[in-house]
Structures are given as structure tokens and as C-alpha cells.
């Protein structure tokens, strides 16, 4: 999980490094590196927030039996 949300922010960052290369520059070609980049970030943040999601719906977490809980503690 950490791995992809490092990779989402890398890509992020190159594509904002790209926006400014071409307000330097004002070549084309970094404008549509960083178009190029800026979409497949958010293709894979829409893949990495779908996981997230189909993991919430179709694998709910365990809950705990009762037995399983430490006593409550009196003062």
C-alpha cells in the first residue's frame, strides 16, 4: 500500500516538474509529457482507490468473538 501511494505522489511530482519545464521553456513537449504522466497518475489512482474500495465491499475484516476481548477493568 505505501509503495503505490509513493508511486502516485512520484508521478505527481514528475508531472508538476513537467508543467513548469514547459512555463521555462515554453516547448510543447514537456506540456504533453506532463499530460502524458498526469494521466496515467490518475489512471492508477483510480485503480488504487477501486482495490481499496472492492477490498472494503467483498472482504470485510473479522470482527473479534467475544471470548476474545480482555475483561473490562473496574477503579
Known sequence: ???FRV???LLALASVVCFVM????RDA???RRGWLIMKWTL??????????I???LFWPPQSLPAQSL?????R
Open 22 to 25: 514547459y512555463a521555462a521553456t
Open 1 to 3: 500500500m505505501v509503495f
Open 29 to 31: 513537449r514537456w506540456r
Open 70 to 74: 480482555p475483561p473490562p477493568t473496574t
Open 7 to 9: 508511486l502516485i505522489g
Open 54 to 56: 472492492a477490498e472494503r
Open 43 to 52: 489512471i492508477a489512482s483510480v485503480g488504487f482507490f477501486a482495490v481499496l
